[in-house]
């Protein structure tokens, strides 16, 4: 039997349409976006220089304010400093394929659970219709801190895609490659190091699921679910290892 294709609706299409202005709006601030720049902006843009031209994350004579960066947006600066040359030119470019990682760790998040529809919808919402504020070059809410610019919080919705994404997997025994699971631990691992925020949003909600869980099937006399379980403990586990490195190694305040 034929498999019926998929037909997108108009509502659908006008969702696609909508979310690729947002994004190609996003790519004209990044790249057009100098004047709009703030004092952490331009921190962000010069320490992925040092870092750049001493070969370090954590470059001699620098002090990091509240986070250190391992796998953030200026650490991909930095990558693309090397050939570029240009601090705001390699800044946007960073800025950008974060952008685009929000996105295809969003689909491949979703793709298992969710109708293709739920994803359009999904992309819209996360591309833009969030967006609530009257400028995209100053909405610290919403284009900032994932978007545009510095896109300071981009690794953390990235990092939280891909650990959903695997945990989910592993629960409802969906197929996963253990590259996958191997790339989640360490974005778990390496923005613990980064903030301690990692282990606010995603590891103590992880640890609340999984205890109801395991509160629930001794109620219902269920077996337990090893896997998950374990996946749960080694995130648990990367926050305490990553609260020591913050503090010996790095200056923070």
């Known amino acids: 039997m034929k498999k019926k294709e998929y037909l997108i609706s108009n509502e659908e299409k ?12 996003i790519l004209w601030i990044n790249f057009n976006g100098k004047v709009f720049y703030n004092f952490d902006m331009y921190s962000d843009a010069y320490v992925a220089k040092l870092m750049s031209e001493s070969k370090t994350l954590f470059p001699q004579n620098w002090v990091f304010g509240n986070q250190c ?19 705001i030119i390699s800044m946007a470019l960073a800025s950008s394929i974060m ?15 969710c109708r293709l529809r739920n994803i359009i919808f999904g992309v819209f919402c996360l591309s833009g219709a969030v967006i609530l504020g009257g400028s995209a070059s100053s909405y610290v809410n919403g284009f900032q801190i994932l978007y ?5 919080y981009a690794c953390y919705v990235i990092g939280i895609l891909i650990c959903l994404g695997v945990y989910l997997r592993i629960k409802y025994k969906k197929s996963i490659s253990k590259i996958m699971i191997l790339l989640a631990v360490l974005m778990d691992f390496s923005l613990g190091i980064q903030s301690l925020r990692q282990m606010l949003v995603m590891n103590i909600p992880f640890i609340l699921i999984e205890g109801f869980e395991i509160i629930r099937n001794d109620k219902n006399r269920q077996k337990w679910e090893n896997k998950q379980m374990l996946f749960v403990a080694d995130c648990r586990q990367s926050p305490g290892i990553c609260r020591d490195f913050y503090y010996e190694h790095c200056l923070l305040v």
């Open 14 to 25: 006008i969702c696609i349409l909508i979310s690729l202005i947002y994004l190609i709006s």
């Open 69 to 87: 960066y391992v796998t953030a947006t200026p650490v991909l600066a930095a990558l693309i400093y090397n050939f570029i040359h240009n601090s």
């Open 99 to 113: 952008t685009g990682i929000i996105i295809v760790s969003f689909v491949w998040c979703c793709r298992p659970f």
């Open 148 to 152: 545009t610019m510095a896109s300071y």
